[in-house]
């Protein structure tokens, strides 16, 4: 039997730590990989543009566990690519600045495998956008020297570093790696004539929701940096350009940089709230506390659709109601003619807009997005007509019973199912129980009542409890009968809407 072809390997900036920053080849290759190697410097979000069938496998981190030897790594990424898959080496920063490049392409060489670089944003860069530090200045810097503050453990103590021409050099250094060996690095370049008054600026964790800046001078180093006081990943931005001593940039100074919120909607729903979310400088955790599923069998769903121009008006209360009928319709080959001259009304912007992405307009969404508000404004025109709603498995009956006292004959028919997870992510609870986590977003009754539950023991055990913030006064309800008090309660009865009552209440 012939041995398999020979895989490939790439070798794949991670960036700084937003997973944001990953570049769209780098995204392309993770897509194409069988195995992923990953560093503890490259942000776990990154796994989520991986294949789900592909083999993640995590070179360690401090403090938690072994970390792979580099010669382990160069025999892994040679053992794979020779079993006929394809590797990305994913590694924090860029890999060509104090990643070890040289010596994984000189092993992949040696081995006769082919290999690609894909470069990554490397954090001394991230650090002019992320931290107000501008690493070059026409006035003050016309040039940037990167420098590594932990050399080789088997050199010389004093490094390869020459630090006469780095005290001499006449634009900014950033050194990366110079947690553990700052008061040596420090004093030699001050030692070698570098002013002990020489800006300096720490940035830690760059880009990510609780990275932190701090401003001094050189020679206040072994103290700033002391043992215990700053873990890294950290860089130290030395020169002129350092000399900010405002750390209300654009970064830190966005209304939710700090802040943890957890988002509970059901999985793949979450993702724009998320994206908000971060935006405004938040640390997002997605934990969904309700599943979304179809139901267990389709023959009512089936019928419905059947008879959909038999109706005046089909009643969407959910985006999820859309895309279970929707997408039941594009299985049985059903297009939007099936709708015949029924109406369409949706109970809010955001139903209405899944009808949008379905080149379907909805007839009529009420001002109020509630079931309230939709039920009344039908009621005007129900008298005698038929009306289909497409709800949920489980929901509040205040719409077909206001429709059912107007004079409509109500049919109702369940498109999916909604379901309480019962099991939580043992991690979050970890962060709601250490109170690390300020806010938990509940944006229907359903997942008021679900998270209450699943997060209530980690919720009593914290210092610091989270806030809830909920979509509508009846969420803020169902929480309160739940035993917890919203905090930000929206006024426009949106994903968008809670976030902002959130900022309100910051």
């Not at 503050?149 to 006449?170: C, E, I, Y």
Request: proline share 5%; charged share 20%; hydrophobic share 45%.
């Amino acid at each position: 039997m012939s041995a398999p072809p020979t895989g490939r390997v790439y070798l794949v900036g991670a960036g700084p730590g937003d997973p944001e920053l990953l570049t769209l080849a780098g995204a392309r290759r993770l897509r194409e990989a069988d195995v992923v190697l990953y560093d503890y410097l490259a942000n776990d979000a990154l796994l989520r543009h991986a294949s789900p069938a592909a083999e993640r496998v995590s070179l360690g981190r401090h403090g938690a566990g072994k970390l792979w030897k580099q010669d382990e790594i160069n025999a892994r990424m040679i053992a794979e690519a020779r079993a006929g898959r394809t590797v990305v080496r994913l590694k924090g920063g860029d890999p060509s600045v104090f990643g070890r490049l040289a010596e994984e392409v000189a092993a992949l060489k040696a081995a006769g495998i082919e290999y690609a670089i894909v470069p990554g944003v490397t954090t001394a860069v991230a650090a002019g956008a992320y931290a107000g530090v501008t690493i070059t200045d026409r006035d003050h810097a016309s040039c940037v020297a990167l420098v590594t503050g932990h050399d080789r453990s088997d050199s010389d103590p004093s490094g390869t570093a020459d630090f006469a021409k780095l005290a001499a050099f006449p634009g900014t250094l950033v050194v990366y790696m110079g947690v553990t060996n700052a008061p040596e690095w420090s004093r030699h370049l001050i030692a070698a004539g570098k002013a002990p008054d020489t800006p300096v600026t720490i940035v830690r964790r760059c880009s990510l929701p609780d990275q932190q800046t701090l401003h001094g001078r050189l020679g206040e180093l072994p103290t700033i940096l002391a043992p215990g006081r700053m873990r890294p990943p950290l860089v130290v931005v030395i020169g002129d350009v350092a000399g900010s001593s405002d750390d209300a940039n654009w970064f830190t100074s966005r209304p939710l940089f700090g802040k943890t919120v957890v988002v509970t909607r059901p999985a793949g729903q979450g993702d724009a709230m998320a994206e908000r979310l971060a935006d405004f400088g938040a640390r997002v955790i997605e934990h969904p506390v309700i599943e979304i599923t179809p139901p267990d069998g389709f023959a009512e769903l089936d019928a419905a659709i059947d008879r959909l121009s038999d109706y005046a008006w089909v009643v969407f209360s959910s985006r999820n109601g859309v895309e279970a009928l929707l997408q039941r319709m594009q299985q049985r080959n059903r297009d939007a003619r099936a709708f015949g001259n029924s109406r369409i009304a949706a109970i809010g912007s955001a139903t209405a807009d899944a009808l949008a992405a379905w080149r379907l307009n909805a007839d009529l969404v009420p001002e109020e997005f509630c079931a309230e508000s939709l039920a009344a404004e039908l009621s005007r025109e129900a008298a005698s007509k038929r009306i289909l709603l497409i709800r949920a498995s489980r929901g509040r009956e205040v719409l077909a019973e206001t429709l059912d006292d107007a004079g409509a004959e109500v049919d109702q028919v369940v498109a999916y199912v909604s379901r309480d997870i019962t099991a939580a992510n043992p991690a979050v609870i970890e962060e709601i129980a250490a109170g690390r986590v300020d806010w938990i977003t509940a944006t229907s009754s359903a997942i008021a009542r679900s998270a209450a539950v699943l997060f209530g023991e980690a919720i009593a055990a914290s210092p610091n409890a989270p806030r809830f913030a909920a979509i509508s006064p009846i969420t803020a309800t169902a929480l309160r009968d739940a035993g917890y008090e919203a905090a930000a309660v929206a006024t426009d009865y949106t994903a968008d809407g809670v976030i902002d009552a959130m900022l309100q209440q910051r």
